[in-house]
Structure formats: structure tokens, C-alpha cells
């Protein structure tokens, strides 16, 4: 039977309005790298959530899963 471990990671996300308006998307910074340092590693992004916390603030959530060795 596969078992898996879980990785739960809050991710950075300042967006730069300047690439906003330039590109008319926002640039996300170093997500992209740090999910694909962790997919070397062998991590599986299996989810992602918003969560809003009681004074406003918004953060993400990335969940991952790799098979135990």
C-alpha cells in the first residue's frame, strides 16, 4: 500500500502593480520556482486555498503530498 507525507506551505504573494498595468497580469513573485524546487524533491501540488484571516489580511495555501520512501 502507497503511503504519502503532507507538506501545508504559505506561499508569498506580493503582486507588483507596475507589471500589472504594463502586462495586464500580475506577477506572482518566486512562486513558480519555490513549486518547482519542491517538485524536484518529488512534491505534488494537490491544492491551493485562500484563507481570509478575522482582521482582513489574505494569505495562500499550498497543500503537497510525496510518497513516503
Do not use: C
Amino acid at each position: 500500500m502507497i503511503q504519502w507525507e503532507y507538506k501545508v506551505l504559505p506561499l508569498k504573494t506580493r503582486v507588483h502593480a507596475g507589471r500589472l498595468i504594463t502586462e495586464g497580469k500580475p506577477r506572482i513573485e518566486s512562486i513558480q520556482d519555490e513549486l518547482n524546487d519542491l517538485g524536484k524533491g518529488g512534491w505534488e501540488l494537490v491544492g491551493v486555498q485562500n484563507i481570509r484571516l478575522e482582521d482582513g489580511r489574505l494569505f495562500t495555501v499550498a497543500y503537497l503530498k510525496r510518497q513516503k520512501p
